[in-house]
DNA sequence: GACTGTGAAACTGTTCACAGCA
DNA sequence: TGCTGTGAACAGTTTCACAGTC
């Protein structure tokens, strides 16, 4: 399949064609009218914005259940990610290789970080030990964290944080589990009991059901503390 | 601290305090005017909307690094999840206690699932399994699934997928990175070398640099296969 | 006086619909 | 003829600003 059209991707995306003919006009004229888009030249161009044709070496800190998975993950080398080094605090792991690259006490973090010039950090700690990390990646030159540890991080300004919660994932499918249910009972009762406050409450959240497994705005941006 | 004004509260989430009030208006007038909101009933009705007050016990099927690190989250309890089993393939774990809770072997997956009224289901397995664990899954009563596994699933109507990719985060740090070392190259060469295309490829998606630590519209929808 | 709750205004994002080109 | 690229219309979201209440 040499090119592809904005309606078949579209259909294969779960989203409809003109958006997506909108998106990729602001990465430039990539198309050509009356034929589609080449599929390899459209992949390059796509990849280069999105920076998967850089090689990024990344940390990985705390190499527990979380990090030894992380390690494993076969998806980061395809995105351009190599994992330049794995380092935990404990010293009976040290030398231990995990995913074939040895483990690396945390005392050569500073000097690990310099020498293969990382700039993005991951962080599987224990949620104790997570800012102490975080302020010896940031001081060695890190400017981009993915925080694992259940802690929020405080950083200096230009340093970038993702915390990743892997409870908030099953949050959301509870809460349009619960929706279910709901309906279900709603249904039962004829005329179901109203929402105590405006009408929207429940909104058009429905998810379109489609090839759609993505996070995405699905919940209200508040959560509780 | 009995009540807090939806000033103090858009402060620490990193809003503007309409937006805040605004949504809480959708879940019912639970403030006071002149007063603020009493937090303790906030949490209640805010947990109570998100389904938090409910018991979801979950299974998860595949007990490697991942499924291990899962199962040992200590989130989970306090969001109202409930491990209810370990499930994993692999003869030679079955019995073998992961955070606690022994592994059982996937045979037993349909009783389990029935058994203790599952709705959600987490699989962790690796990529060539996942798909027909998800069929026994949904077949079984499953109607919510968490996929961690690198595959897109295919499920009837009415069953939920999110997927988690842990590699998409690192994605999005890596997308800004790149910003920001372009941006910095764009400064040192006083005319900057103009984007193929619209000017607003460049947008406006600085993080704010605040509170904003999670995961939310920061990179554009449509990604390359 | 302090702070919520909410219409209305401003803005942002999506979809339509079609001119323009291969 | 078929499909992109894009102004213009539309829809949805956020913010403003203030009336209403404690």
Redesign the interface.
């Known amino acids: 399949m040499p090119t592809v059209s904005s309606e078949e ?1 579209a259909a ?2 779960g ?1 409809n064609s003109a ?2 003919r909108k ?7 990539y198309g050509t009218r009356g034929v589609g888009y080449d599929v390899e030249y ?2 390059y161009q ?2 280069r914005e ?3 044709t ?1 090689d ?1 070496p ?1 940390v990985i800190v705390g190499i ?3 990090g ?3 390690a ?5 080398a395809s ?3 190599r994992v330049a080094a794995l380092i935990d605090a404990d010293p009976s792991m040290a030398g231990k290789p995990v995913a074939g690259i040895p483990v690396q006490h945390s005392d050569e973090l500073e000097s690990i970080i310099r020498e293969n010039g990382v ?2 950090g ?1 962080i599987a700690t224990p949620a104790g030990a997570a800012q102490e990390v975080c302020d010896r990646l940031v001081a060695a030159g890190v ?5 694992f540890a ?1 802690t ?2 405080s950083v200096p ?2 340093v ?8 908030i ?10 929706r ?1 249910a709901g309906e279900e009972a709603a249904a039962r009762t004829a005329a179901g009991v109203p929402a ?3 009408t ?2 429940t909104d058009g959240a429905e ?1 379109t ?1 489609a ?1 759609d ?5 699905d ?7």
């Open positions: 991707l294969a995306a989203v958006k997506l998106d990729f006009s602001y990465l430039g004229s459209l992949v796509i990849s999105l920076g998967l850089q990024w990344v527990g259940n979380l030894a998975a992380l494993n993950y076969g998806g980061f995105r351009g990610f700039h993005i991951v400017t981009s964290i993915l925080n259940p929020v991080l300004d230009g970038d944080v993702r915390k990743v919660d892997l409870s994932e099953l949050q959301i499918l509870a809460f349009h589990e619960q279910k105590p406050a405006a929207n409450a998810r059901s090839t497994q993505g996070p995405d705005g919940v209200p941006a508040v959560m509780p503390a």
